[in-house]
């Protein structure tokens, strides 16, 4: 048996093919059209589908369920995007239009919930029931996993832990609040936290970095850290504290097993999930009396919202 997972994102959207054990057969991508009449990008999609079908030689019979991750609040009861603001679609019955082309049982959910629970079932989270994935990257996404299952809250609406309040009055968030977590802890406000520091320190080697690059990106400050660069590493430890922030407070709410951290910056490795871990360890609710919360790599990649939305339909 076979099954179709499909990534949505503000600048395309990825399709693949798997067997129950997540080995991808076909995989592909098309462009996403923001703004496109929802019945359009539909049948773009359906049409990938198709092609990918042909690719790995299988048919619609074939096929156990079709899994789709998207941005946004999903409302997976009734197969609904109640609101997505990167692909701009509101309330989109997306499962009914899709199925009007395919006619397999069809699943939606957040992507990063998605990507949750596709770490669970084929990544790092294998063997664990409770779990926080984080995603750091242009947002900050969160998935929430107990006993195995994936928190949404009413309608699909919850489990937005970027924009938890980590200051009053802090940076502005594109959600129009001040002070979100994801203002601090995602790659574009750690791009901002380079370019503030950059600043103040013309004699950084931050300055080379991104020249060599040809800019300032979520990779600047850890090169130049780990160079032994003095102002770049207060970059990384302030976004440390500010990633951190957050986690602790997840984990004295929750107390998961296991904390993921996936998203662009996870690529940093080992140099920064030690530290933290270190934060983490230190500083949740009881200190290293309660249950000690590992902090862990992401494993999937570029392949955790593909595999997520596979996933979906693996615990259907
Ligand atoms: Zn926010």
């Not at 789709?68 to 603001?85: A, D, E, F, H, L």
């Not at 692909?87 to 998605?114: L, M, Q, S, W």
């Not at 957050?246 to 998961?256: A, C, D, E, Q, T």
């Not at 934060?279 to 494993?299: E, F, I």
Request: aromatic content about 8%; glycine content about 14%; proline content about 3%.
């Amino acid at each position: 048996m076979y099954y179709i997972g499909i990534d949505i994102g503000g600048m395309s959207i990825k399709g693949g093919i798997t067997d129950e054990n997540g080995n991808i057969l076909a995989k592909g991508s098309i462009v996403t059209k923001p703004y496109n009449p929802y019945r359009e990008t539909v049948k773009d999609i359906a049409g990938l589908c198709k092609k990918l079908m042909a690719e790995a030689g299988i048919t619609e019979a074939d096929i156990k369920g079709v899994g789709m991750g998207i941005p946004g609040t999903i409302n997976s009861q009734k197969g609904v995007i109640t609101y997505s603001n990167n692909i701009h679609f509101e309330n989109v019955p997306i499962v009914k239009e899709f199925r009007k082309y395919i006619d397999v049982p069809t699943y939606i959910g957040n992507d990063a919930n998605c990507a949750a629970l596709g770490e669970m079932v084929f990544g790092t989270g294998k063997g664990y029931k409770d779990a926080i994935f984080i995603t750091l990257g242009t947002g900050v996404g969160s998935g929430i996993i107990i006993d195995g299952k994936i928190f949404e809250g009413k309608d699909g609406a919850g489990a937005e832990a970027g924009h938890m309040g980590i200051r009053i009055g802090g940076d502005k968030c594109t959600c129009g609040k001040r002070g979100c977590w994801e203002s601090y802890a995602s790659a574009t406000a750690l791009i901002r936290q380079t370019q503030r520091a950059m600043n103040r320190h013309p004699e950084s080697l931050m300055h080379k970095v991104a020249a060599e690059h040809g800019k300032v990106s979520g990779r600047t400050a850890f090169i130049a850290a780990r160079a032994g660069d003095k102002a770049a590493l207060g970059v990384v430890n302030r976004y440390v504290k500010y990633v951190s922030e957050g986690l602790i407070s997840l984990v004295n709410i929750f107390r998961p097993e296991i904390l993921l951290i996936g998203g662009g910056i996870s690529n940093e490795g080992d140099y920064f999930i030690k530290k933290l871990q270190r934060q983490v360890s230190l500083y949740s609710y009881g200190g290293r009396r309660n249950p000690y919360v590992k902090v862990l790599k992401a494993s999937l990649l570029n392949d955790a919202g593909l595999l997520g939305a596979v996933a979906l339909c693996v615990r259907h």
